[in-house]
């Protein structure tokens, strides 16, 4: 089964990712910031990082660069309200996809099926 790291700060896109993913098909574990991130990466090895890019602590980019250099096998995209973020000086950005919020959660799932190459059949509302 293909496992999905998800970091999101707010709650409830948190929830509402995790449960589109889940009923698509997919493993989710989700956490609620960067660092809580880092022992599951330590111990657990995941096919898709979905990561938001503002969070506290550790943000996004800086996560997808953790995941580079522990696990250059797993793909990452980033989800945003602020896609001006990604572009801060100084910060080398893992390749990603990137999915502006906001966002149907059709497109999320369309997005991640075809990462993995798999024929969407979302019964997303």
């Known amino acids: 089964m293909i496992r999905i790291l998800v970091a999101e700060d707010d709650d409830s896109m948190r929830q509402y990712l995790s449960r589109a993913l889940e009923r698509s098909g997919y493993e989710v574990v989700a956490v609620d910031r ?3 991130a880092l ?4 111990t657990q090895s995941f096919d898709l990082l979905l990561t938001d890019i503002v969070m506290p ?3 996004g980019i800086e996560l997808a660069q953790h995941v580079a ?3 250059p096998a797993t793909r990452v995209m980033f989800i945003t309200g602020f896609a001006a973020v990604t572009l801060r000086a100084g910060k080398t950005v893992p390749e990603a996809k990137i999915l502006s919020k906001p966002f149907h959660l059709r497109d999320l ?4 099926d075809r990462i993995f ?9």
């Open 117 to 125: 190459g798999r024929d969407s059949a979302s019964g997303m509302p």
């Open 69 to 71: 250099s522990v696990a």
């Open 39 to 42: 022992p599951y990466l330590a």
């Open 34 to 36: 960067g660092t809580a």
């Open 57 to 59: 602590e550790m943000d």
């Open 109 to 112: 799932v369309m997005e991640v």
